[in-house]
């Protein structure tokens, strides 16, 4: 199979703060990550796409001092949204391609994904 | 860079009726083109997928086209139920071997199937 994994699922933090959500491919090994954040009843808007073992490329918008990515290892990418205001509130999703899948290698898994709420 | 469109954004149908979804995308060079269901608070999962040389694709009572010329696919329902009801995601991306490069989603179909 290609499963992701995400922890934490929710996340509840006072303004100021930063959170970590970690993202983990586990029966297989991700050399790219991406991170999707959906709003309530809106699609997912890619923020980054997380290579391992160099620097993550951010979409247009996207504040790259504010929302840290670091792919250390081929199993693991993490998100940190530094300083979390309000308006970062949002479900933040994973999703990595398994390159081991044969005829199914197009295919992109995502993780269950970790709600934030920032108060 | 790519840009995706979906139509509609809500749809209703009675149970049993067929429920048609339609996406059309900008970069002519995009070659996979795949559909998620994502229910109220759940991960996207991938339902169907289609690449660009292949026109058309079904499974059981799921099938997708596709159009390169007019550069749109559809997903089709047939005999729809009510747990099919969920919100419906079409993608498209460029794919290439890195595959560094992620999907672009379109905005989303809310599907109510009612019984």
């Known amino acids: 199979g290609a499963v992701v994994s995400q922890h934490p699922s929710r996340v509840i933090c006072k303004s100021g703060t930063s959170v970590k959500i970690e993202c983990r491919s586990l029966d297989f090994q991700a050399t790219t990550m991406f991170w999707y954040r959906q709003f309530p009843k809106q699609s997912l808007m890619l923020m980054a796409t997380?290579?391992?073992?160099?620097?993550?490329?951010?979409e247009q918008g996207v504040e790259k001092d504010k929302f840290l990515i670091n792919h250390a290892s081929l199993t693991l990418s993490t998100l940190t949204v530094t300083s979390a205001h309000p308006e970062d509130s949002s479900f933040y999703i994973c999703s990595a391609r398994n390159p081991d899948r044969g005829q199914n290698v197009y295919e992109q898994y995502f993780g269950p994904g970790t709600r934030l709420t920032v108060t | 860079g790519e840009n995706v469109e979906q139509h509609p954004s809500t749809l209703s149908v009675q149970e049993g009726d067929s429920a048609v979804i339609k996406c059309t995308y900008s970069?002519?060079?995009?070659?996979?083109f795949p559909w998620y269901k994502q229910e109220l608070g759940k991960r996207p999962q991938l339902i169907i997928d289609?690449?660009?040389?292949?026109g058309e694709k079904k499974d059981q009572r799921i099938a997708v086209t596709l159009n390169k010329t007019a550069k749109h696919f559809s997903l089709h329902i047939t005999e729809t139920q009510p747990e099919d009801s969920a919100v419906y995601f079409c993608a498209a991306r460029r794919q290439v071997d890195t595959g560094r490069r992620a999907l672009t989603f379109g905005s989303g179909t809310r599907l109510q199937v009612q019984p």
């Open positions: 289609i690449r660009s040389n292949v």
């Open positions: 997380s290579n391992e073992g160099s620097k993550a490329t951010y």
């Open positions: 970069d002519s060079a995009s070659n996979y």
